[in-house]
């Protein structure tokens, strides 16, 4: 195989937003994939199944070989078809494969033989996944700060204000609480580390994240950044229940209506998000206890028929006693057993000027200067 093109593992890639070519099979693809990245396979599952027995029983050569009569003919040139639809269209995009070995190689001799070349990403998949690996692991050694308070407080909100916020619930498509799952499908943990360490690419001093658990929807924060956050100096949002209401209204009813309703259609959207929001109460029935769960089931099943009539404030009849009876309580126990200090405690607006304030010192300050407050 003559010598082909070669592009180093650079996380600028990611950061202008190039097209990559993931040329791995689709299961791989679907385990965690570089960011922007578009699976068109060299092989399918079962052909890459079937290689890889040949490649540990008989060695590489029959492993090739056998690759070879698999996909040949019409199969070979669809493939390449593919590839060529893509880069009519992204010109610029790069190949990579799990360690920029054979199969990206494969996929550009078969382009070269119809005259184009492209570059494939030195060290593949898994140098840029260390790449982005090291940039969370470089971020728990920066200045953070963390923003708590009840729910309802707008952190979210608050978080995505600052040029130093660093939104982890976006990372995760997930809000963080038991009605907070996203309509479209959750990341695998892979894409959710990949994601996070391409979001800290432009930020590159201080970080301000929300007060999470280690654990969002179906996946983890990292290690290393999770035990910075723990140690790290924090505010806490302090807003009274008709705010924090009108907040939670409008993140778990109103905006999660306008998302189904552009995903699915209004007669189906409307069965799916009634659907999601009655299933996330019923998983909370053994916290709750029976009476309790069956009084704000009754509240919440009247909401939705006031919600189709056009009433969305009807949803505050369960959603308020779920704030001040279930995650309230909740929160104020944590507090109380934990030993968190607050730089600061007050309303939404305040604590945002804290926080740009604080961005903006740690920011001004050089590296070796930077400590927990």
Same mark, same amino acid.
């Given at each position: 195989?003559?010598?082909?093109?070669?592009?180093?593992?650079?996380?600028?890639?990611?950061?202008?937003?190039?097209?990559?070519?993931?040329?791995?099979?689709?299961?791989?693809?679907?385990?965690?994939?570089?960011?922007?990245?578009?699976?068109?396979?060299?092989?399918?599952?079962?052909?890459?199944?079937?290689?890889?027995?040949?490649?540990?029983?008989?060695? %590489?050569? =029959?492993?090739?070989? $056998?690759? !070879?009569?698999? #996909? *040949?003919?019409?199969?070979?040139? &669809?493939?390449?078809? @593919?590839?060529?639809?893509?880069?009519?269209?992204?010109?610029?995009?790069?190949?990579?494969?799990?360690?920029?070995?054979?199969?990206? %190689?494969? =996929?550009?001799?078969? $382009?070269? !033989?119809?005259? #184009? *070349?492209?570059?494939?990403?030195? &060290?593949?998949?898994? @140098?840029?996944?260390?790449?982005?690996?090291?940039?969370?692991?470089?971020?728990?050694?920066?200045?953070?700060?963390?923003?708590?308070?009840?729910?309802?407080?707008?952190?979210?909100?608050?978080?995505?204000?600052?040029?130093?916020?660093?939104?982890?619930?976006?990372? @995760?498509?997930?809000?963080?609480?038991?009605?907070?799952?996203?309509?479209?499908?959750?990341?695998?943990?892979?894409?959710?580390?990949?994601?996070?360490?391409?979001?800290?690419?432009?930020?590159?001093?201080?970080?301000?994240?929300?007060?999470?658990?280690?654990?969002?929807?179906?996946?983890?924060?990292?290690?290393?950044?999770?035990?910075?956050?723990?140690?790290?100096?924090?505010?806490?949002?302090?807003?009274?229940?008709?705010?924090?209401?009108?907040?939670?209204?409008?993140?778990?009813?109103?905006?999660?209506?306008?998302?189904?309703?552009?995903?699915?259609?209004?007669?189906?959207?409307?069965?799916?998000?009634?659907?999601?929001?009655?299933?996330?109460?019923?998983?909370?029935?053994?916290?709750?206890?029976?009476?309790?769960?069956?009084?704000?089931?009754?509240?919440?099943?009247?909401?939705?028929?006031?919600?189709?009539?056009?009433?969305?404030?009807?949803?505050?009849?369960?959603?308020?006693?779920?704030?001040?009876?279930?995650?309230?309580?909740?929160?104020?126990?944590?507090?109380?057993?934990?030993?968190?200090?607050?730089?600061?405690?007050?309303?939404?607006?305040?604590?945002?000027?804290?926080?740009?304030?604080?961005?903006?010192?740690?920011?001004?300050?050089?590296?070796?200067?930077?400590?927990?407050?």
């Amino acid at each position: 195989m003559s010598e082909l093109p070669q592009i180093a593992p650079d996380l600028a890639l990611l950061r202008e937003g190039r097209t990559l070519i993931d040329v791995r099979a689709p299961m791989e693809f679907a385990q965690g994939a570089l960011p922007g990245a578009v699976n068109l396979p060299l092989m399918d599952d079962e052909e890459r199944h079937r290689v890889g027995i040949a490649y540990k029983q008989h060695g %590489q050569a =029959a492993a090739i070989a $056998l690759g !070879e009569r698999m #996909v *040949s003919g019409s199969l070979k040139a &669809g493939r390449i078809e @593919a590839w060529q639809r893509l880069l009519a269209r992204q010109p610029d995009a790069i190949i990579y494969c799990f360690r920029g070995g054979l199969r990206s %190689q494969i =996929a550009q001799q078969w $382009l070269a !033989e119809v005259g #184009v *070349s492209r570059p494939r990403i030195s &060290g593949g998949w898994k @140098a840029m996944r260390q790449a982005l690996c090291a940039q969370i692991d470089a971020a728990a050694g920066r200045p953070l700060l963390v923003v708590g308070g009840l729910t309802g407080c707008a952190k979210t909100t608050l978080i995505q204000r600052l040029p130093s916020g660093l939104d982890l619930e976006a990372c @995760a498509r997930h809000k963080g609480s038991a009605f907070g799952r996203h309509p479209l499908q959750s990341p695998s943990q892979i894409d959710f580390e990949h994601d996070l360490g391409r979001r800290l690419l432009p930020l590159t001093g201080p970080l301000v994240v929300e007060d999470e658990s280690r654990h969002i929807g179906t996946v983890n924060v990292p290690l290393s950044f999770w035990q910075a956050m723990q140690q790290a100096p924090r505010i806490r949002v302090e807003m009274p229940l008709d705010w924090r209401l009108a907040q939670i209204r409008k993140d778990y009813i109103d905006d999660l209506w306008e998302i189904y309703r552009s995903q699915f259609g209004d007669w189906l959207g409307w069965a799916l998000m009634r659907k999601q929001l009655a299933t996330a109460l019923a998983r909370l029935a053994k916290r709750l206890g029976s009476a309790r769960l069956a009084r704000l089931q009754r509240l919440q099943q009247l909401a939705f028929r006031e919600h189709a009539r056009g009433d969305r404030q009807a949803h505050d009849a369960w959603l308020a006693p779920l704030l001040t009876e279930y995650y309230d309580p909740m929160y104020r126990h944590q507090l109380e057993k934990g030993e968190q200090r607050f730089l600061h405690v007050g309303d939404w607006d305040s604590c945002l000027a804290v926080a740009q304030e604080w961005s903006a010192r740690h920011a001004a300050q050089p590296a070796q200067q930077h400590a927990v407050e």
